[in-house]
C-alpha cells in the first residue's frame, strides 16, 4: 500500500472496506419494517499492520503521515494505491476515525490500526451532480419593480393604466 509516495509498512497488513448504507425507519410506534434508503456514505479502508520493535522510525514515520495537515488546518488528501481501494474505486483518502497502536510483546513488534476514509466519493460526486442538474437556472426576465410613492414617473404609469382599465370596464358593462 502507499500513500502519495510513501510506503506503509506491509508486515502483516491487512485492510478492509465497510461503507455505511443510511437508512431511516418508517414504521413509527409500529412493529413494520419499513424503512427509506437515505443515501450511500463514504468508503472506509480499515488497515492493519506490524511494526517490529526493533524498527521504531517506521511508526514514528506512519505517526507523522497521519497527523499530516495543510496550511488551513484540513487534513491531508493521500492518493492511494492498494489492490483493494482499486478494486473498490477509490483513489483519494484521508485518515479518520482512530489511529490505534499496542505492544504486542510476543511478536516483539508494535500492531497498528487505522481508518481511511474515501476523499470524494462516487456517492458524494453522484449527490453533487444530482443537485447541479435539478436546481433550475433562475434569470429574471422584465424590468425592476419598485414599491409605490418610491418614484413619481412609475406612479404616473399606474394611475394611468388603472385609469384605462376602468374606461375598458366601463364599457364592457
Known amino acids: 500500500m502507499m500513500l502519495d509516495n510513501y510506503v506503509v509498512p506491509n508486515k502483516e497488513l491487512k485492510v478492509s472496506m465497510s461503507m455505511r448504507i443510511d437508512s431511516g425507519d418508517l414504521s413509527g410506534q ?3 419494517t419499513t424503512t427509506t434508503h437515505k443515501g450511500f456514505k463514504a468508503k472506509v479502508l480499515n488497515v492493519s499492520l506490524l511494526i517490529p520493535f526493533n524498527e521504531p522510525d517506521l511508526l514514528t514515520e506512519l505517526i507523522t503521515i497521519a497527523q499530516a ?6 487534513l491531508k488528501i493521500y492518493t492511494i494505491t492498494d ?3 482499486k ?3 477509490v483513489r483519494k483518502v484521508k485518515f ?3 489511529f490505534y497502536v ?5 511478536l516483539k513488534a508494535w500492531a497498528v490500526q487505522f481508518a481511511l476514509q474515501d476523499h470524494h466519493s462516487v456517492p458524494e ?5 444530482q443537485q447541479v442538474s435539478s436546481a433550475p437556472a433562475q434569470t429574471t426576465g422584465g424590468e425592476t419593480v419598485t414599491g409605490e410613492g418610491d418614484n413619481q414617473e412609475d406612479s404616473e404609469e399606474v ?3 388603472e385609469r384605462q382599465l376602468a374606461k375598458m370596464d366601463k364599457a364592457l358593462s
Open 102 to 106: 499496542r505492544e504486542m510483546d510476543d
Open 96 to 98: 479518520t476515525e482512530e
Open 69 to 74: 495537515t495543510l496550511a488551513d488546518g484540513s
Open 30 to 32: 409500529s412493529s413494520a
Open 87 to 89: 478494486a473498490i474505486k
Open 83 to 85: 489492490e483493494l481501494a
Open 159 to 161: 394611475g394611468f393604466f
Open 125 to 129: 460526486k453522484t449527490e453533487q451532480r
